[in-house]
């Protein structure tokens, strides 16, 4: 059976979501003319709010009952999502993003960058008004977290040498961590503590699951599924799953062209490289990761009790791995 995004996931916070978007808008006034239009820009270009509707649905799993409080939650997790991605496209030099103008492209690099920073700040400003010391240090220390993430996968790009290892290590930091606040932040405003540790498993192994995907997808989609092109990851000699994997299970020549791939960067051998990875059993070996960090999220998220938002949360894992069947 095809899992129907509002009915199987949506559903039991649907009032909640269309009121937290509401005040995702209101966070972003700022007296600052530019500082608005660029904020605006970024969140409506966002996706599909994934993470605040986890944030929301983590709510009503842990029991709680006026979800106004996960609402801010869930918008402040959005914001800085998207200024996560403001400083990515920077960072990446992206011209487009799920098919629209970056805020990099649209105005300047010191614009973006600035009003991702302004993001973040706002972000933390709607936080303590939460008055949790609790949820204010896990987002603190999460949030360091994230941008260490992202240095590791800077310094790791260029270097055939990155071992999966490191590359989890890098996925955790940027991807699966704000997961991990959303889910986990849900807990601990809704006064569950003895929930935090399964929800932040779950959101953990989720996140990861969730990266690889989307690594898979750089050589099995095309731009318009992908929102970005084909080999951008290779072009930037960014060492993802598929490509340390191929280097595991090819010699010669074929090893070559991925190592080499990797340490210059650039699309000159793309087709080859794609083929490689295609060929290799890479893929084979990357969807049965996913497949793994997906079983052991579902795992960590039976520790809750059965209830329809637990289920779509169960909708959603299931939903988001079969992206690659």
């Known amino acids: 059976m095809a899992i129907d995004f509002k009915q199987d996931i949506l559903a039991p916070v649907a ?9 995702i808008n209101e966070g972003i006034t700022s007296k600052v003319a530019l500082v608005m239009a660029v904020s605006k820009h970024v969140v409506e270009a966002g996706g599909k709010r994934m993470r605040p509707i986890m944030c929301l649905l983590a709510a009503k799993a842990c029991g709680a009952q006026d979800l106004a409080p996960h609402r801010k939650l869930a918008a402040i997790i959005e914001m800085l999502h998207t200024a996560t991605l403001v400083h990515d496209d920077v960072v990446d030099e992206s011209g487009l993003r799920r098919g629209r103008p970056t805020a990099n492209a649209t105005w300047n690099n010191q614009t973006a960058v600035l009003v991702g920073d302004f993001l973040i700040s706002r972000a933390f400003d709607l936080l303590v008004d939460l008055n949790d010391m609790v949820l204010l240090k896990d987002f603190s220390t999460g949030t360091c977290e994230i941008a260490e993430g ?6 790791a790009q260029h270097d055939p040498e990155t071992t999966e290892q490191t590359y989890l290590d890098i996925i955790h930091g940027k991807t699966s961590r704000l997961f991990e606040l959303a889910t986990e932040g849900a807990a601990i405003l809704s006064n569950t503590p003895q929930y935090r540790e399964p929800l932040r498993l779950f959101a953990g192994h989720f996140g990861n699951a969730f990266q690889i995907i989307d690594d898979i997808l ?3 989609s095309d731009a318009e599924t992908l929102g970005k092109n084909i080999g951008d990851d290779l072009m930037e000699g960014k060492p993802t799953l598929p490509l340390i994997s191929a280097l595991q299970h090819t ?13 210059t960067g650039g699309v000159e051998q793309l087709d080859q490289v794609i083929q490689i990875v295609q060929q290799s059993g890479a893929l ?15 795992a960590a998220l039976s520790q809750l009790p059965e209830s329809e938002a637990r289920q779509a949360l169960f909708n959603l894992t299931e939903m988001a791995l079969h992206r690659i069947q």
């Open 251 to 263: 010699t010669g020549e074929q090893h070559a062209i991925v190592r080499r791939s990797i340490a």
């Open 15 to 23: 009032t909640d979501f269309a009121a937290m978007d509401k005040f």
């Open 150 to 155: 992202e240095v590791l996968q800077l310094q």
């Open 218 to 220: 750089d050589y099995t």
């Open 284 to 298: 084979d070996y990357c969807r049965q990761r996913a497949e793994e960090e997906t079983q052991a999220a579902l």
